[in-house]
């Protein structure tokens, strides 16, 4: 198949990685002579047709830049009738052929969807929940991590000072990946993730014993822990039906039962999105450009889906 033009597009939250694969993929794409169009904010870029030609100087320096070049959404063509129609119709009205999804597990799906309907479609993976299918890591996942940890490096001197229990509430959605590796990259003294029933009497029990000791403690918690309520049917949801986490309030239900239960003064603080902002760091730099001249290269080769 004659390869022209490629679009690329990202998708879902944003996340420090994906600057350095668009720019890889671009880079490398042009240096092979095939044309690329940077669909703007995911999949909605496609149904409204606001899409930049991408050349070498559009990604000159954007190596070490958090965000997305493009912009993202959390648009689903798989749940409005005829909105992937739309996308297909699209994407040969832009006389693309070939895409470069970079995506999470929603933007992913939409990818597996088009592909299974016959639109050549490869898929980089990328999300600071670390939680796709069959990858070990995903770029920004250790940006985050590293955010995080500093996060509970600063907890440790004011809670130190003022003798209290420190909670922080990170992301992660449903899997315990960003909590469990801040966690123990600080040294902290619990970490709750949605994979590990809660068992507060367990937790409070250790809490105090350490608090007795050193007059301090700190805890981890992801924003998906199970805490036997959710906001159930009201519950604000994305496009792809996910519940706003953060709304929950997890840090501050787990900090209120820890004061309950031991009497010590605590303290939640939730990181949320300061975790998806900043330069990458070098592993998701190197990541992220490994990832995007993967794709571009499957792409050459004509191997999609
Ligand atoms: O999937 C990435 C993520 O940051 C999750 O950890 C979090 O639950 C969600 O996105 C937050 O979404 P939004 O940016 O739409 O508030």
């Given at each position: 198949m004659g390869l022209n033009k490629v679009g690329i597009l990202t998708g879902g939250g944003d996340c420090p990685g994906l600057n350095p694969a668009i720019r890889a993929a671009v880079a490398y794409l042009v240096r092979h002579g095939i044309k690329v169009i940077g669909i703007h904010d995911g999949w909605r870029g496609l149904l409204t047709e606001e899409v930049t030609p991408l050349g070498v100087e559009s990604v000159a320096g954007i190596i070490g830049q958090g965000g997305t070049i493009l912009g993202t959404s959390r648009t689903n063509p798989l749940k409005v009738e005829g909105d992937l129609a739309k996308v297909i119709k699209s994407i040969k009205a832009q006389g693309l052929d070939a895409i470069i999804a970079i995506g999470g597990d929603d933007t992913l799906s939409v990818a597996a969807g088009l592909w299974e309907r016959g639109v050549p479609v490869v898929g980089v993976p990328k999300t600071?929940?670390?939680?796709?299918?069959?990858?070990d890591y995903c770029f920004g996942f250790d940006t985050a991590v590293t955010v995080a940890v500093e996060a509970v490096e600063r907890l440790r001197d004011t809670a130190r000072s003022h003798r209290r229990i420190m909670v922080l509430e990170v992301m992660g959605r449903y899997t315990g990946w960003v909590a469990l590796w801040t966690g123990m990259a600080s040294g902290a003294d619990w970490i709750l993730i949605p994979e590990v029933p809660l068992d507060l009497e367990e937790m409070c029990e250790n809490l105090h014993r350490i608090w007795d000791k050193r007059r301090y403690a700190l805890v981890v918690t992801s924003e998906?822990?199970?805490?036997?309520?959710?906001?159930?049917?009201?519950a604000e949801r994305d496009a792809f039906g996910h519940e706003a986490l953060q709304k929950r309030g997890v840090g501050q239900w787990v900090a209120d039962q820890i004061h309950d239960r031991t009497g010590v003064e605590t303290r939640a603080s939730v990181i949320g999105h300061i975790q998806r902002g900043g330069a990458p760091t070098t592993f998701d730099r190197i990541l992220a450009t490994r990832l995007g001249i993967g794709a571009a290269e499957l792409i050459r080769q004509g191997r999609f889906g």
């Open positions: 600071m929940d670390n939680d796709i299918e069959e990858t998906g822990l199970d805490m036997g309520k959710t906001g159930g049917a009201g």
